[in-house]
Structure formats: structure tokens, C-alpha cells
């Protein structure tokens, strides 16, 4: 059962281009992330929002920022995409930080040209 | 930060023996070991964890142990299916604190023959 639903499933688009994907839990959860996860199917976290704090991942780009108008809601926007942005992005909630079971949504999967 | 090492990165049992992935993190601070199980096309998805007041877990054919002395954890899976094929996915962090992260090992890709 889909408690953390993501849109779009797929976007593709060129060099240089400004995308946003979508993430919408609907589990009550107080903490949101989001995962890159590349071709070779390593996951890394790119930021944790719980509280309204925000923690960043000091590997991610400057391009990338994460978007909240509330605590079920953790958006991500790309602000001028390059090709090694292309990726799944997975959306995830949990109860909490730390200790805690995280909840993956479907995925979003970036192709840049 | 945190740093968690995996292997192996690929493992292929037949039918009803046991498959072995091990961990090793670098902090000896966290406390939290999940292990995520991801089928093609699908999100990951929590299978089993432990915390480290405990040594071993046990949920069905699913065993974790936890080494706190040499930073270990291994997942053990006995009387493989082939619905167990999948990538598997170790991680660790500590619980709370600003600087909280979960880091996730490279992951296995189990396969089991029939």
C-alpha cells in the first residue's frame, strides 16, 4: 500500500533545463528525505527535513534544493540539470530521525540529455 | 562521516541454502543497522534491523548479527527462495542529533537458482 507517493515516474529533459519533482507522504511521518540512487544503484541521501530544519548532504551540488510547505510535503528542484544529475530520486518518510524505519516512495527517474 | 562497506556486491545461491552479506561501518557511534530489501523496479523496502543492545535478530528465515567490538553486521538468509532474488542493502546510523544520517552500504545483488 502507497503511503509516499511520488510525481512525475519519469521526466526527461536537456542540459541546462530547471525540473522539480514532487513528494507527498501521507503516513503523519515528522521527517522527509530525499535519495539519489545512480545506475549502479547506490543510494545516497541528499537531505533530511525534519522540524523544519534541513539538513544537507555536503556532497550535494548547489543546483539541488529541497522545497517544504509542510511536514507531508518535501519537494526537490533542479535548477539547471547536468547529464550525471540523471538518476532515480527517491523520496522517503519515517516517524523521526534516527532509529527509525524509512518509507521509500516509487522513485522518479531523471534522464538528462 | 559515516562510511559502510559491503560485500559481496554480487551472490548466487541455489534453492534452499543460506546466503551470507556482510557490513562493516567506521563509526562506533551508531546504533542503528536497517537492512533494505529492493526488487527490480521497486522501491527499497525495510526487511529486518537491530540496535545495538542487541546481538542477533531473528524474523522467519531472516537472521542479523550484530559485532559492536569489530563494527560488524551480517544479514543471513536460510532456505533461499527465488522470490528472495534481490538487491539487498545494509545501513547504518546513530539515532538523533542534528547530524543524523542513514549510510547506506553498496548493496548485493542476490540471485537464487531454483
Known sequence: ETAVFQTPNYHVTQVGNEVSFNCKQTLGHDTMYWYKQDSKKLLKIMFSYNNKQLIVNETVPRRFSPQSSDKAHLNLRIKSVEPEDSAVYLCASSPGLGGYEQYFGPGTRLTVL | ?114
Open chain 2, 1 to 114: 562521516g559515516e562510511q559502510v562497506e559491503q560485500l559481496p556486491s554480487i551472490l548466487r545461491v541455489q534453492e534452499g541454502s543460506s546466503a551470507s552479506i556482510n557490513c562493516s561501518y567506521e563509526d562506533s557511534a551508531s546504533n542503528y543497522f536497517p537492512w533494505y530489501k529492493q526488487e527490480p523496479g521497486e522501491n527499497p523496502k525495510l526487511i529486518i534491523d537491530i540496535r545495538s543492545n542487541m546481538e542477533r535478530k531473528q524474523i522467519q528465515e531472516l537472521i542479523v548479527l550484530l559485532d559492536k567490538k569489530a563494527k560488524r553486521f551480517s544479514l543471513h538468509i536460510t532456505d533461499t527462495q527465488p522470490g528472495d532474488s534481490a538487491m539487498y542493502f545494509c545501513a547504518a546510523s546513530r539515532s538523533g542529533g542534528s547530524n543524523y544520517k542513514l549510510t547506506f552500504g553498496k548493496g548485493t545483488l542476490l540471485t537464487v537458482t531454483p
